[in-house]
């Protein structure tokens, strides 16, 4: 207990915590837009997969992570397109339509990956490349804060200013209203003459391109390379965040950092000589206590306020 002790209030482990918490935190926010829209986009874990690999792809044939970054982004937007024509033009049910864009993720991203290099499972053919880390300067050289916020990879900065630039986009601009307008009554919102089928869709491009970034950083950033499955769920943990974070940013953003913690703590502890099933569930675990304590609460509230 000492050892879980000293490893969790040390500089690396905070610094960790930043870098597992980055793609929860990007699909969270995707999770928070789509969830303000009146949408719940369950595609989020098929979208991030695939961001996964078309970014090892992209960069690999291409030679630059830049152009991986945008294919895996545009990729993951084509799906949230796809997801929003079955839902909103078909009028097909949109979680039996995210399970079934999960589902063809898990296996088109395998497909794919041994159609065009050969590779079984694991990009281990392709010469992939990441996006870069970022040194701050000044900030960089002092102990203890230097060690945990410099350093990282860029997409975790990026990740951490989109949650201030989700605040603007759904609190300080037209469209935000519209999207908090429709997501809270969508009747109101037409009888003013707002078109609620374009905001969703536009709902849904922003949630597939925030979940993009999400993907891209698992192949671009967390690692180099691509292996099957290897979201391992977190665009589920993401709609638990979104959902604890009552769709606000800020609270988003904490509670992405709470499993993003969970995460950390069960990378670190495969060295303490933990048995590895109950090192791999702390996180899944992580998710059904927060979603119980926030319910627990939701309860509360409701019942006071009657």
Do not use: C
């Not at 793609?23 to 969270?28: C, E």
């Amino acid at each position: 207990m000492k050892e879980i002790f000293e490893v969790i209030f040390s500089a690396p482990f905070a610094y960790s915590v930043l870098r597992v918490t980055t793609p929860i935190l990007f699909a969270a926010l995707g999770a928070m837009i789509a969830d303000k829209s009146g949408v719940v986009n369950i595609g989020l874990e098929g979208m991030m997969l695939m961001a996964s690999l078309m970014g090892v792809l992209g960069s690999a044939f291409t030679g630059s992570a830049l152009l991986g970054l945008v294919l895996a982004v545009t990729s993951s937007i084509l799906l949230a397109l796809v997801m929003a024509y079955f839902s909103l033009k078909l009028k097909t049910d949109i979680i039996l339509a995210g399970i079934a864009l999960n589902l063809f993720a898990m296996g088109a991203t395998v497909f794919l990956l041994y159609l065009l290099t050969g590779n079984k499972g694991v990009s281990s053919s392709l010469k992939s490349y990441t996006m870069s880390q970022l040194n701050i300067p000044i900030i960089g050289k002092l102990p203890i804060i230097g060690e945990i916020i410099s350093g990282h990879n860029i997409l975790t900065y990026i990740a951490f200013l989109a949650v201030f630039l989700v605040y603007m986009l759904m609190f300080r601009t037209k469209l935000g209203l519209r999207m908090r307008a429709v997501g809270e009554n969508e009747d109101a919102a037409k009888s003013v003459g707002i078109n609620v089928i374009r905001i969703k869709v536009t709902a849904l491009v922003f949630s597939g391109m925030m979940a993009g970034f999400g993907g891209a950083y698992m192949s671009m950033g967390y690692v180099s390379w691509f292996s099957a499955n290897m979201t391992a769920g977190r665009g589920f943990i993401a709609l638990a965040a979104s959902a604890m974070g009552r769709s606000l940013p800020l609270g988003t953003m904490i509670a992405s950092l709470f499993f993003g913690f969970a995460d950390a703590l069960s990378n670190t502890m495969q060295s303490l000589r933990v048995p590895a099933e109950f090192i791999q569930m702390i996180p899944y675990v992580a998710t059904i206590v927060g979603l119980t304590v926030y319910s627990m609460n939701k309860k509360k509230k409701s019942k006071a306020n009657q």
